[in-house]
């Protein structure tokens, strides 16, 4: 069973930092972009970052840029997003999602067909 698991979600204060990881279980994340999306209460659910296979791409949402930071470390089959400065805005649910990618060298991208995803963990900026 292909499983994405993310961790690391909570409460912190405005200008705090919080690190998601992403997990895979059942298969190997070496032919995969990753994606972190998120969806806050009441909101459609939007790309913050992605990842390449190869991770020599990275993308990030307006919002997000020189805020978080993503990485992957294929030894231990898990990505990860750093989050610095986070503003109450960031305030959702926060999920993971693997993209097949083909060729070493393909960029990442924010969009296209996503599978699996990860449950989601709550990361709530207030103080």
């Known amino acids: 069973q292909l499983q994405l698991v993310e961790s690391g979600g909570g409460l912190v204060q405005p200008g705090g930092s919080l690190r998601l990881s992403c997990a895979a279980s059942g298969f190997t994340l070496d032919y995969y972009a990753i994606g972190w999306f998120r969806q806050a209460p009441g909101k459609e659910r939007e790309g913050v970052s992605c990842?390449?296979?190869?991770?020599?791409?990275?993308n990030y949402a307006d919002p997000v840029k020189g805020r978080f930071t993503i990485s992957r470390d294929n030894a231990k089959n898990t990505v990860y997003l750093q989050m610095n400065s986070l503003k109450p805005e960031d305030t959702a649910v926060y999920y993971c999602?693997?993209?097949?990618?083909?060729?070493?060298?393909?960029?990442?991208?924010?969009?296209?067909?996503?599978?699996?995803w990860g449950q989601g963990t709550q990361v709530t900026v207030s103080s």
């Open positions: 999602a693997a993209q097949w990618q083909t060729l070493l060298r393909s960029p990442c991208v924010l969009s296209g067909n996503f599978d699996p």
């Open positions: 990842i390449s296979r190869s991770g020599s791409s990275t």
